[in-house]
């Protein structure tokens, strides 16, 4: 069974955790460092170098040089420009990598691929309120568990032979094989009858607004509460 995927958990909290995200900012901080003390711009900068050890880490998560210090990553581009402030230059490498880790999940055999793939999807890894993803995430175990793609409805539990009830979750429903669409936005017993997002990223994640985060969440605790019990949610916190 698939559960929290490793490339979801890296776009989270891998701009501040990720090995490879770390070594590139720190790369980018010593040739900004570097260029600000004279280092001149070498084409093609030789290998073991500052500017050459950067130039290939940008090579490795899929970007390219646009000209001198400037960088860019994804058919969706994020500009890294040593020629803006520092900060914002390594907020766009995160981005670059936040980048390569979604095509690295969209590569992946993860059957939620199909309905996120596309640009609209695409644009929302770089315009997800990460922040706000990770203090819910933090505070609300089943939150974490959503946004991480831990989320598995009765009918891909049923798929995979678990020994749990394929039925729908909420009381007075009684569609079998419930599908995740069909408990977390379709079914009309739901406790809560959101309106389903247009974006599929915030409809499967609840990457798009606090809101649906919540609400998912909140759908995960009933999975929860169906299969193991009322004191699961105790033992959550």
Same mark, same amino acid.
């Given at each position: ?112 691929? @199909? ?26 175990? @089943? ?18 032979? @678990? ?75």
């Amino acid at each position: 069974m698939h559960a929290a995927n490793r490339f979801l958990r890296a776009i989270i909290w891998g701009g501040a955790l990720h090995p490879l995200c770390l070594i590139g900012v720190r790369l980018l901080t010593m040739v900004s460092k570097s260029r600000a003390r004279g280092l001149r711009w070498v084409d093609p900068a030789p290998r073991g170098s500052l500017l050459g050890t950067l130039q290939a880490w940008f090579k490795l998560v899929g970007g390219s040089c646009l000209r001198p210090w400037s960088w860019s990553s994804g058919p969706v581009q994020t500009v890294v420009n040593l020629g803006d402030a520092l900060g914002l230059a390594v907020h766009r490498l995160r981005e670059c990598f936040r980048l390569f880790m979604w095509k690295g999940f969209l590569g992946s055999k993860r059957h939620e691929v @199909a309905e996120v793939s596309g640009e609209v999807s695409q644009r929302l890894v770089l315009s997800a309120d990460w922040n706000s993803i990770r203090d819910l995430s933090f505070a609300c175990p @089943a939150a974490r568990g959503v946004a991480c793609g831990a989320l598995l409805s009765p009918a891909c539990m049923d798929r995979g032979g @678990a020994p749990f009830s394929s039925s729908c979750i909420w009381p007075g429903c009684s569609v079998s094989c419930a599908s995740f669409s069909h408990i977390a936005w379709n079914c009309p017993h739901r406790s809560n009858l959101l309106i389903q997002p247009q974006n599929a990223l915030d409809a499967r994640f609840g990457w798009g607004s606090i809101q649906s985060l919540k609400w998912l969440a909140e759908v995960q605790k009933q999975i929860w509460v169906t299969r193991h019990g009322d004191a699961i949610l105790r033992s959550s916190h």
